[in-house]
Every structure is written in structure tokens, then in C-alpha cells.
């Protein structure tokens, strides 16, 4: 290290600057269906056009063939687009996600989710129910072609 206390103090700066200088002051692009590269960023995409309520991008994402499975209900692509339709989401958040990569192309993705908002009118809070979703590549892009929840 030079010994003379100007170069220290020409020194020191510029060493610290270049520890920074692979940081960087732009936040990350938000991910979009077009720049989303898995089954996680779809999962997350998807649920965060139900909150929106952004139904023509929902539709887009629920396969033709579409089937939905809880406790005690079967639904169709249309049936479940009128379930969500009654949901008001405040807040959710995914945990314990695991990918599990399928022959060609399908993905199946299963995860605990946190909910809070208003189904129907009425409060709803769901804490760690399991959740399992089949996405399948298509000509127009990754579409969910099943999903199914351990609510009780």
C-alpha cells in the first residue's frame, strides 16, 4: 500500500467505487408471461392476474380442457373462471414450491399458498393449503391444464 496519504485518498475511492460498480441502481425487470422462463413464474403470474382481476389474461392461461379439483368440487375451465371470479385476493403469498419437470411438454408445480381477501362476499383467510398445477406448453404458449388444492 503507498505510503504517501494522497494517494491514499485518491486510492480509496476509487477502490470502493469499483466494489459497487457491479451493483446496480435499476430494479429488476418485473417478470411478464413473456419473459417467463418456469413453472414457478407462471404459477405466481397466473394468481397475480386473478388479484388483478385481469380475466382476459387468465382466460388466455386455462386450457380449453381445464380441470379444477377440491374437496367436495369438480370444475371445468368455465366453471372455475366463475369461481375466481368471486374472489377478491389482498394479499397471497406461495411457499415450499418444488418443480417437477414432466414428459415434453408439461410441468407440474406443487406449493403451499397464503391467501387473504373476500370469496363471495364473505372472509376468507387460507393458511398453507397445498396446491398442485399441470402447465403444458402450447402453440400459444404455457397454458394450465389442471389444478387441485387440499382445501377442506
Known sequence: M??????????????ISLLFAGCT??????TAWTNA???EQFE???WQDVKDKN???VEMHLDGAYVYQSSGALRNRDATLDHMKKLEISDYALGDVEV???RGDTVVITYTMDLRGIYDGQPLQLS???????WQQEKKGWSTIAHADSLQ
Open 37 to 39: 422462463t418456469g413453472a
Open 2 to 15: 503507498p505510503q504517501n496519504p494522497r494517494v491514499i485518498h485518491i486510492l480509496a475511492p476509487a477502490m
Open 128 to 134: 398453507h393449503v397445498r396446491m398442485m398445477s399441470v
Open 55 to 57: 380475466w382476459p389474461e
Open 100 to 102: 417437477h419437470p414432466g
Open 25 to 30: 441502481m435499476w430494479k429488476e425487470k418485473p
Open 44 to 46: 405466481r403470474l397466473f
